[in-house]
């Protein structure tokens, strides 16, 4: 087993994953934070009370997904 080289691919790894990721933002992917960020709030009457006054920057209309 070469020790070395194994703690040198894993430290290749560490500093891929240290890179910031450089590529544009899809509309996908900021649908997907959007709702993420929407579903981990959802039981925050805050959250609840800024989307039924429609504080929101977003084009589309907030839609409150309670969990079953």
Not at 22 to 42: K, Y
Request: charged share 25%; net charge negative.
């Amino acid at each position: 087993m070469d020790v070395e080289r194994i703690i040198g691919d894993i430290e290749q790894l560490q500093e891929m994953f240290e890179a910031p990721d450089i590529r544009p933002l899809s509309a996908s992917d900021i649908s997907a934070a959007n709702r993420r960020h929407d579903e981990a709030l959802a039981n925050s009457p805050w959250f609840r009370l800024w989307q039924s006054y429609g504080v929101c920057c977003r084009p589309e209309t907030p839609v409150l997904q309670i969990p079953e």
